[in-house]
């Protein structure tokens, strides 16, 4: 009987080993023959959003301050994006009892691929009497949101869904008797650290002072030197009009001498009025001096001068004349010893020469009479001029274009502005 056993286990055993010999030639047949046909590629599921709680310490004691960070991370892509609902976490509105919470902050999002991190920072303590050395959990949170899908153009919402985070434990030491009943945050600073901050403040607000009133007094030392400057220049009084001013009032006589001419023509007083101008607009035009004289308001002028005012508020009366002859302008259109004239102000003179002869002889000549077309082409020429010295009397000191700069005589009254 027992070899009879073995020859049929030993029969069992060959056709056990023939089988599993011919299923695997069979399958390796099956694998040549089969077509090969690549797997499907899956798509990788991961959650919306994902928000986790860290802590700076995991023991505090009663009534210690500790940070607690809530950092959330949600999908936002160009085709999905989660949107959660914030305002369930501000600090305001957090509910994390036990836990006060004292204060929080939201830090700026940070985008980093198909993630949008945003987190909030709290400031918790914990006041109770009944859970000194336990561990007390910061209670799980909701947080809600939906995820929107871009459809081409138009954002399809979703649902609302809610995402709950995990309570964090934090454990809690007793650092106080067993009968404390009030439980209080003590101020670190004592009287003498309140004392010296009284102290600094108090110095900080004298040198503050000091040098404020040193200030002060270098601001008035420096207008009182400023006063002493203008009162060591020439008086008001005594300082006389410019050549633009000078200039400009002539005009406004020669403008005066037109309407007077049109309406009652030529008199020997108009004659005498626009000689005085003439010789005035040569006298500025050679650089000679001009006489001016400040007289009361009831002073009556002279023959030759002209009446200006000077001053705004407080006008006063200068009485005008210059002793400039045709001969003078002749000798500068001769140009002996000088340097030659452009022609702008050849020009100038000869018309301010030929106005001069024309007056002089209408004043002065013996048995002359003159036609009103000469005289009224003086006081066009004599217009002319003065248009032009007004120019030349506001181009300023800084110019730098030679081609504008008046020339000599012109530039030295033009500079003396």
Request: glycine share 6%; aromatic share 6%.
């Amino acid at each position: 009987m027992t070899s009879i056993g073995w020859l049929i286990r030993l029969r069992n055993v060959s056709l056990v080993v023939v089988g599993m010999v011919l299923s695997v030639t069979t399958a390796a047949a099956q694998q040549k023959t089969a077509p090969v046909t690549k797997p499907a590629t899956s798509t990788l599921a991961t959650d919306p959003i994902r928000c986790w709680w860290k802590t700076d310490k995991t023991a505090v004691q009663v009534g210690e301050r500790f940070t607690l960070a809530l950092t959330c991370s949600v999908i936002e892509t160009s085709r999905v994006t989660v949107v959660p609902d914030l305002t369930q976490l501000e600090a305001g509105v957090v509910q994390l009892a036990p836990f006060e919470v004292l204060s929080g902050v939201r830090h700026q999002d940070v985008k980093a691929g198909m993630w949008r991190y945003l987190q909030y920072e709290y400031t918790l303590r914990l006041i109770e009497d009944n859970f000194f050395r336990l561990d007390v959990d910061i209670p799980s949170l909701s947080i809600n949101y939906n995820v929107q899908m871009m459809e081409g153009v138009i954002a399809q919402q979703g649902r609302e869904l809610k995402y709950v985070l995990r309570p964090l434990p934090i454990r809690i030491n007793s650092l106080v008797p067993k009968d404390t009943a009030d439980i209080r945050d003590a101020s670190h600073e004592t009287f003498a650290d309140i004392e010296a901050r009284s102290f600094r403040a108090t110095s900080e607000v004298v040198a503050a002072m000091i040098c404020f009133g040193f200030a002060l007094v270098l601001v008035g030392l420096a207008i009182v030197k400023s006063f002493a400057r203008v009162r060591a220049r020439v008086p008001e009084a005594n300082r006389g009009l410019t050549n633009a001013a000078i200039v400009r009032g002539c005009s406004r006589e020669l403008r005066r001498l037109q309407q007077e001419v049109v309406q009652g023509g030529w008199t020997p007083d108009a004659v005498s009025r626009a000689l005085a101008v003439v010789r005035i607009a040569g006298a500025i035009a050679l650089s000679k001096p001009v006489a001016q004289t400040l007289v009361k308001q009831d002073e009556v002028e002279r023959g030759g001068q002209l009446v200006m005012r000077k001053g705004l508020w407080r006008s006063q009366r200068v009485l005008v004349c210059a002793s400039v002859t045709a001969m003078l302008i002749s000798q500068r259109l001769a140009g002996r010893n000088s340097k030659p004239l452009e022609a702008r102000t050849r020009a100038l003179l000869e018309g301010l020469h030929g106005a001069l002869e024309v007056y002089n002889a209408a004043c002065y000549g013996h048995e002359v009479q003159l036609e009103r077309a000469a005289l009224e082409l003086a006081l066009h020429q004599g217009a002319d001029a003065l248009r032009q010295l007004h120019r030349f009397t506001l181009w300023p000191r800084w110019a730098s274009s030679e081609s504008l700069r008046p020339a000599t005589p012109l530039e030295d009254m033009a500079w003396s502005r």
